[in-house]
T-cell receptor, first 115, second 114 residues
């Protein structure tokens, strides 16, 4: 049981390049999330998916797109990377489909640098 | 809108001493509150959570937290810290406005002195 896995662990992009961050969970969870973590800012929600086939914007969605490929996988795409998107990106998942108290489990993160 | 404030950016505690990390929240309805810990270069691990019932919540690694509605606080405590407790600690509340997800505080960096 690997939990939440993310690839890649590290990535360096040039401004304007595109890339997709991958996330997968093997816990049969329904909801999945993407957060970004910046120094001194805590984590901020980018997008989430309450179930397969649905996605919704979080606090900071601009510049990102997401795809809930199936129940296990939730990808985050940067179409044209900007230096402001330099951050550590975390994927998380939980079993429930609504804003309830069940625990979100986090992946190890992807450290992205945009030059 | 919901928000979480962690007033202390850094805290230094001697090994074996007690610890209290402060968290204040703003949320219109009954909050679901969480404390997560992040070790360097790692993801986040849940320490404990509160959603109803007993306002004193026990978590992993000897941590506990007390929900005080009148003070809008959810402070994290540990009676005796160990060097392995050095990490970043985040308080979080469920996001409001119909959105799912968590709203996090900016974190408190805990340093343990030998």
């Amino acid at each position: 049981n690997a939990g939440v896995t993310q690839t890649p662990k590290f990535q360096v992009l040039k401004t304007g390049q595109s890339m997709t961050l991958q996330c997968a969970q093997d816990m049969n969870h329904n909801s999945m999330y993407w957060y970004r973590q910046d120094p001194g800012m805590g984590l901020r929600l980018i997008y989430y998916s309450a179930s397969e086939g649905t996605t919704d914007k979080g606090e900071v969605p601009n510049g990102y797109n997401v795809s809930r490929l199936n129940k296990r996988e939730f990808s985050l795409r940067l179409e044209s990377a900007a230096p402001s998107q330099t951050s550590v990106y975390f994927c998380a998942s939980k079993y429930g489909t609504h804003a309830g108290p069940d625990t979100q489990y986090f992946g190890p993160g992807t450290r992205l640098t945009v030059l | 809108a919901q928000s979480v404030t962690q007033p202390d950016i850094h805290i230094t505690v001697s090994e074996g001493a007690s610890l209290e990390l402060r968290c204040n929240y703003s949320y219109g309805a009954t909050p679901y509150l969480f404390w997560y810990v992040q070790s360097p270069g790692q993801g986040l691990q849940l320490l404990l959570k509160y959603f109803s019932g007993d306002t004193l919540v026990q978590g992993i690694k000897g941590f506990e937290a007390e929900f005080k509605r009148s003070q809008s606080s959810f402070n994290l405590r540990k009676p005796s810290v160990h060097w392995s407790d050095a990490a970043e600690y985040f308080c979080a509340v469920r996001s409001g406005g119909g959105a799912d997800g968590l709203t996090f505080g900016k974190g408190t960096h805990l340093i343990i002195q030998p």
